[in-house]
């Protein structure tokens, strides 16, 4: 009985495809992206169509989690100083967020304060493009969002079984579901053709030791996780605390003294960071350790 429940859970999962999660103007821009004879101007054009959307995105990559605070004006101005994949990064995190349920309140602030300590972990560790890992931050949870829509019932006995056995959440959807949210992230990875790189971060920043091709984007992204928990920042959906994993640390070329220097630009930078909520559509920040 409970393996055809864990069987009637991933074929929902699976399909994803059924949700109106991403605006047609990406599939359209990815068609273009595969020409090599493609310009940018062009790219840009097609998603500068979408207005909403487009401020979203210049919303988003003026913010400092990407480094550029204030000085991107013009998505075709975005595309040259990030590269396609942050974009289609920021895109995805904004439109699945769109759908987000109440019952997920306080996720979207946790993984944008995630994207910013992502980023700042990368820039310490002297990683080429942190921009990259700061999109690994911000999609690093949204195989909870995507569970909320699709299996609202077995969402909610989640959330239960974290309130009344004490769980965090991830061990609460794979005694519930029979796997994570770490899981379904390499579904919609999967899906959406992100770049093996993202990919790896979405599937294994719990478990970075784990990861077997990209073990640094995961790395940084359990630490950037970790950073938004001491500073509570936005809700994951349990108030558990989770040690910070030292092989995370030593993939990174890390110690803790550089953990400090971490958290001290996370101070600085929370902020601004806390006034990329899409109003008024979205939820308030809500408070809480995330996971």
Not at 10 to 33: A, F, H, M, W, Y
Not at 213 to 221: E, M, R
Not at 236 to 265: F, Y
């Amino acid at each position: 009985m409970e393996e055809d429940l864990k069987t009637s859970a991933k074929g929902q999962i699976l399909s994803i495809r059924d949700l109106p999660t991403l605006p047609k103007v990406l599939d359209e821009v990815s068609r273009l992206v595969q020409n090599p004879n493609t310009s940018i101007e062009a790219i840009a054009k097609v998603i500068s169509r979408d207005q909403v959307l487009s401020a979203k995105v210049l919303k988003m990559v003026n913010s400092p989690v990407y480094g550029f605070p204030g000085r991107i004006s013009s998505i075709q101005h975005s595309l040259v100083l990030l590269g396609f994949n942050v974009i289609r990064g920021v895109i995805i995190s904004t439109s699945v967020f769109d759908i987000m349920s109440k019952a997920m309140e306080g996720l979207w602030e946790h993984s944008v304060g995630c994207a910013l300590a992502t980023g700042l972990v990368a820039r310490q560790a002297k990683l080429k493009d942190p921009e990259e890992f700061s999109v690994c931050g911000l999609l690093h949870d949204l195989g909870k969002v995507v569970a909320a829509v699709q299996l609202p019932e077995l969402h909610k006995a989640v959330g239960e079984a974290v309130r009344t056995q004490d769980l965090r959440w991830f061990e609460a959807e794979k005694a519930v579901l029979g796997f994570g949210h770490d899981r379904i992230n390499a579904w919609l990875a999967q899906h959406w053709h992100l770049p093996p790189t993202i990919k790896e971060a979405m599937s294994s920043h719990h478990n970075p030791e784990r990861a077997q091709f990209y073990p640094q984007h995961a790395a940084a992204t359990h630490v950037g996780d970790f950073i938004v928990r001491v500073f509570e920042y936005g809700n994951g959906g349990d108030d558990q605390a989770v040690p910070l994993s030292e092989s995370a640390l030593k993939i990174l070329g890390l110690k803790l003294t550089d953990l400090d220097c971490i958290l001290d630009g996370f101070s600085d930078n929370l902020g601004e960071v806390s006034g990329v909520n899409f109003a008024p559509e979205d939820a308030a920040p809500g408070k809480g350790k995330g996971n």
